[in-house]
């Protein structure tokens, strides 16, 4: 897919936090994964204990059980000032869609093979 997403924020406070909730919910996922609590290719239908309390300390509302694998995927996040920029070659990323939205953030996803000469574009 080559796809990018990018969520610009109210400022680059605002998107260094968002940053840094994929990266705690990725390592969250990741230990669930090696604790044996969620196996990859199997979507759980509850989340663990250790899970609601890390969505209550982020203030993450909006991410079902099944959507938890998407943090498993080979992903790049980076941010660019107020910008934060997802590039994966997965197309099921709806974990990220909702997470930028629900933190206030407007969105922007594309396939960087259509659009190579964007600030993000393939090679770029």
């Known amino acids: 897919m080559n796809l990018v997403i990018v969520g610009r924020f109210e400022n680059a406070a605002t998107a260094e936090t968002v940053k840094g909730v994929i990266e705690r919910l990725t390592e969250a996922v990741q230990a669930e994964v090696d604790a044996g609590r969620l196996a990859q290719g199997e979507p759980p239908d509850s989340y663990s204990d250790e899970m609601l309390k890390l969505f209550m300390d ?6 079902g ?5 998407q943090f498993l995927y080979d992903i790049r996040v980076n941010r660019d000032g107020d910008s934060v920029v997802i590039t994966t070659d997965e197309i099921d990323v709806e974990a990220f869609l909702k997470l930028m939205l629900a933190k206030g953030g407007r969105i922007e996803v594309y396939s960087a093979h259509d659009y190579p000469d964007t600030k993000y574009g393939r090679g770029k």
């Open 58 to 63: 982020l203030k993450v509302y909006s991410l």
């Open 65 to 69: 059980p099944s959507q938890l694998e």
